[in-house]
């Protein structure tokens, strides 16, 4: 079965930056790949010039075997109620690359259909990156096994993808790490921590650009070496004054209060808070999303950027 799904031809749904990537390293795996996009529209454009088999989402849907629903979080499932359950084939394999509607607002699915997880550990650019050098970690999850072979084909697939390190787990596992993470350290965190950082050096008179090259710029390679060789491999890698600032002055940055709000924003991510939060917001048109755009681009952070980028 394994080999079955090997072969099999590939839907990839939605041509974002985790869409580009799948398709591109699937069809270098030697996998038939077909993009459903709308059209007209810049995605079907930027596949079309990739020499992609381009067609309506439900065209895409009904020519595969396997359907990797790669489409927004919010647009999935009107899209999917409206135009792809009436076009899957009998025994359809699904693919996401994020649980959470699975989680929070599972689709309803015909009982011979598999739905199973291949989440990679980064963005679409690093999926593709990757491509040929191991690839990057992947979760794996199972939503429904209809045929009795849905790991072997969230295998298949992941291994196609370029993956050659994979972790089991389960949907609400893989969905309330990643929304954690994201908010917590990989985003949230990391974009209020750079921000106030630099914010506390201008109000004291120190220069914008020198601000933004302490504690944004430098940020790249010591993220680089904490992943390279771990916590106790970067304070290695450092100087005795940068160690000791680390071990003295880090743990007052989040304190104890730090803690208990992480432990928050986990608590919100688990009860469905966030979800629905994020659905309210994404039925009004996500105007907050639109306004924190924008007052970002007008940051004093921005401007160093734009002064050190010329």
């Known amino acids: 079965m394994a080999q079955d799904a090997a072969a099999a031809t590939v839907a990839v749904l939605g041509y974002g930056h985790q869409g580009e990537a799948h398709a591109l390293n699937l069809r270098d795996s030697g996998r038939s790949v077909i993009v459903g996009a709308r059209p007209g529209g810049e995605a079907e454009s930027r596949a079309r010039r990739a020499r992609f088999a381009v067609a309506p989402l439900p065209d895409a849907a009904a020519a595969a075997d396997v359907v990797a629903c790669l489409l927004p979080d919010d647009a999935f499932p009107a899209v999917f109620d409206a135009e792809l359950r009436r076009s899957l084939r009998p025994r359809a394999t699904l693919v996401f690359a994020h649980g959470f509607n699975l989680l929070y607002r599972p689709p309803a699915l015909r009982p011979e259909w598999d739905a199973v997880l291949v989440s990679p550990t980064g963005p679409g650019d690093a999926v593709r990156a990757s491509y040929g050098r191991g690839g990057i970690p992947c979760y794996l999850a199972v939503h429904q096994d209809g045929s009795g072979h849905a790991w072997e084909r969230a295998e298949a697939y992941a291994v196609a993808l370029g993956?050659?390190?994979m972790l089991r787990t389960?949907?609400?596992?893989?969905?309330?790490v990643d929304l954690f993470g994201e908010q917590a350290v990989l985003c949230g965190g990391m974009n209020a921590l750079v921000m106030t950082a630099f914010d506390t050096l201008v109000r004291a008179g120190y220069a914008p650009e020198m601000a933004y090259l302490e504690c944004v710029n430098q940020l790249a390679y010591l993220a680089r070496a904490l992943q390279e060789r771990g916590v106790?491999?970067?304070?290695?890698?450092?100087?005795?004054?940068?160690?000791?600032?680390?071990?003295?002055?880090g743990p007052r940055v989040l304190g104890e209060e730090g803690g208990r709000r992480f432990a928050a924003i986990l608590d919100e991510v688990r009860d469905g808070t966030f979800a629905r939060e994020w659905m309210a917001e994404s039925a009004r048109g996500a105007p907050l999303l639109r306004e924190g755009l924008e007052r970002s681009a007008g940051e004093a952070i921005e401007e160093a950027y734009r002064k050190l980028s010329r």
């Open 163 to 165: 993956s050659a390190r």
């Open 170 to 176: 389960t949907i609400r596992e893989e969905t309330e």
């Open 232 to 249: 106790a491999g970067l304070r290695r890698s450092i100087s005795a004054t940068a160690l000791f600032g680390d071990l003295t002055r």
